[in-house]
């Protein structure tokens, strides 16, 4: 070995050995170039799609971007896909394997790539055999985010819709309730259709219930034969008035509810689009022949320089 590294002659050995050496590097490069084919390796075609974060709100401390990363690799997303497009039957592995779904998620996670960027962006990378899969895969991974944010999203609406819904409700049946004893109480002067709840918007609550204009007050004043109730009427009317506002409130949080739970949001900005590529990414023939020739050159050129030395040990040897 010290030999081999300290040898002056060793440019002298490769122009002497020079035939031998380019004949080896002929062959380790037709060798390489036939051992990489698609008769041996299979090419693989890499599609990429670029996306930012939209429509989210990051549960804890993290970012809406690391909370895009979370969800796309997650088990749910991936089990789908893998469903989707029968990976397994792709990848060409057994059922019968006992370590098949290991096997299936190893090839899955080392062919698709999910990485943030330092522009707070995420690429969505996916090698596959077929061109064409590949760049449906990364468009099914950004659908099946959407999906997924927007189940997660209707289940939290759907509590405030539930929630806003009961309230409603209860405070529909107390007004309904103050109504119909206003009713009772006025002899029917005042019905209770007047200030039904299909009346009770903002507008009209400003015209029915402020003290300078609301008729219901004076007239709770003027009942003729009723002067004895009258305390207890406007009573009601006040009361009236504090249960519809608060019916009004909750009425315009329930429709906001509605339309949150209703909405089609996508949850993504889509940068880059994938789309089929016309381009093997690997494997990478004119690499895999320069470390080819590279190795045979330096493996061949070692072993001649041990034979070389060995015969000047040798020669060394005879004549002393």
Known sequence: MENFFNYNNLLQIIWKWKKHLLVIAFLAALLSVFFSSKLFITPMFKSTGVVYPANVKPYSDESETEQLLQLINSREIRDSLINKFKLGEHYRLSPQDPHYYSILVYLYNSRVEVKKTEFESVVIEVSDSDPKQAADMVNEIIRMYDKKVRELQKDKFREVLNSCKIWVD???????????????????KIAAADIGPEKLNVNQQQKFFTPEKDEFLKGAKTVKGHSGSNGRLVMLLDLAQTEALAYSEFKLKYDQAILDYNREYTYTNVVSRPFPADKKSSPVTWLIVVMSVFSALFLSIFIISLIESKKAQNTAASAS
């Not at 209860?170 to 029917?188: A, C, N, P």
């Open 170 to 188: 209860l405070k529909h049946k107390e007004l309904d309730s103050i109504q119909r004893e206003i009713d009772i109480v006025s002899g029917g």
